[in-house]
């Protein structure tokens, strides 16, 4: 076979069903139709990004002290929605992660303070800011005769101080949780990052935008035909 009968072969192979195009050679019109279609797909945030975004969470929780903790969410813009966390906080993760947790803590074990921390509330529906409950046990087998009088006084106010200040802290950990869950979940809906993402892939389209075949889908057919040619060929 001469090498210009060859080429004109392989130049006959279609590289993709015929009247198809990819998103990038699209229309504005269409493009914006193809756009508003993926938005109301429902594959924009699928259970893998809701499993990263879960780890993400987690994540952040490690970083403020409150590494044992099992964290749940629901962010739909309904009410009840939010992020709750629940299970035991360790005084030593939250000293060694929260300056002023740490302050609060070490004057209360120099009083003999033994601290322990269970966040509780989970009931397996809601979970917010104000469906968790701080609980605080403090234990000291130190007698009062042998404090000095100055922590006698001190340490119910001090007790009062970290129940206050940790409940409200997992309240305000809680609200910055959900603003960061939500940002998260409306970037994948917003139309530059939808642009970007069907520009990168190879899905099919109609000419007015609609969607037609899938990048795996193209990628069969794409095998497909060039075995049929390799077998032109080879006859």
């Given at each position: 076979m001469?090498?210009?009968?060859l080429?004109?072969k392989?130049?006959?192979?279609p590289?993709?069903p015929k009247?198809?195009?990819?998103?990038d050679e699209l229309?504005n019109?269409?493009?914006?139709f193809?756009i508003?279609n993926?938005?109301?797909?429902g594959?924009r945030f699928?259970?893998t990004?809701?499993l990263?975004?879960t780890?993400?969470?987690?994540q952040?929780?490690n970083?403020k002290?409150?590494?044992?903790?099992?964290?749940f969410w629901?962010l739909g813009?309904?009410?009840g929605?939010?992020?709750?966390?629940?299970?035991r906080v360790?005084?030593d993760?939250?000293k060694?992660?929260d300056?002023?947790?740490?302050?609060?803590?070490?004057?209360?074990?120099?009083?003999?303070d033994?601290?322990?921390?269970?966040?509780?509330?989970?009931?397996?529906?809601?979970?917010?800011?104000?469906?968790?409950?701080?609980?605080?046990d403090?234990e000291?087998?130190?007698?009062?005769?042998?404090?000095?009088?100055?922590?006698k006084?001190?340490r119910?106010v001090?007790?009062?101080?970290?129940?206050?200040?940790?409940a409200?802290?997992?309240?305000?950990?809680?609200d910055e949780?959900?603003k960061?869950?939500?940002a998260e979940?409306?970037?994948?809906y917003e139309?530059?990052?939808i642009?970007?993402?069907?520009?990168?892939?190879?899905?099919?389209?109609e000419?007015?935008?609609?969607?037609?075949m899938?990048?795996?889908?193209?990628?069969?057919?794409?095998?497909?035909?060039n075995s049929?040619s390799t077998?032109?060929?080879s006859?």
């Amino acid at each position: 076979m001469k090498l210009s009968e060859l080429r004109q072969k392989y130049k006959l192979v279609p590289k993709r069903p015929k009247g198809l195009r990819f998103f990038d050679e699209l229309s504005n019109e269409a493009k914006e139709f193809a756009i508003k279609n993926e938005r109301n797909s429902g594959r924009r945030f699928d259970e893998t990004d809701a499993l990263f975004l879960t780890e993400d969470f987690q994540q952040q929780l490690n970083e403020k002290g409150f590494e044992a903790v099992k964290v749940f969410w629901s962010l739909g813009y309904c009410q009840g929605d939010g992020v709750a966390f629940y299970g035991r906080v360790y005084a030593d993760d939250l000293k060694s992660k929260d300056s002023r947790a740490k302050k609060l803590i070490e004057r209360l074990e120099t009083a003999g303070d033994e601290i322990s921390i269970e966040i509780t509330g989970a009931n397996g529906w809601y979970h917010h800011r104000n469906s968790m409950t701080v609980e605080i046990d403090f234990e000291n087998e130190t007698d009062d005769e042998d404090l000095p009088a100055r922590l006698k006084i001190a340490r119910p106010v001090w007790r009062e101080d970290f129940e206050g200040y940790l409940a409200e802290r997992v309240k305000e950990i809680s609200d910055e949780l959900e603003k960061s869950g939500y940002a998260e979940i409306d970037y994948h809906y917003e139309d530059e990052t939808i642009r970007q993402d069907l520009s990168e892939r190879e899905d099919l389209y109609e000419k007015d935008g609609t969607w037609e075949m899938s990048e795996v889908e193209f990628e069969k057919w794409r095998e497909n035909i060039n075995s049929i040619s390799t077998f032109a060929f080879s006859s």
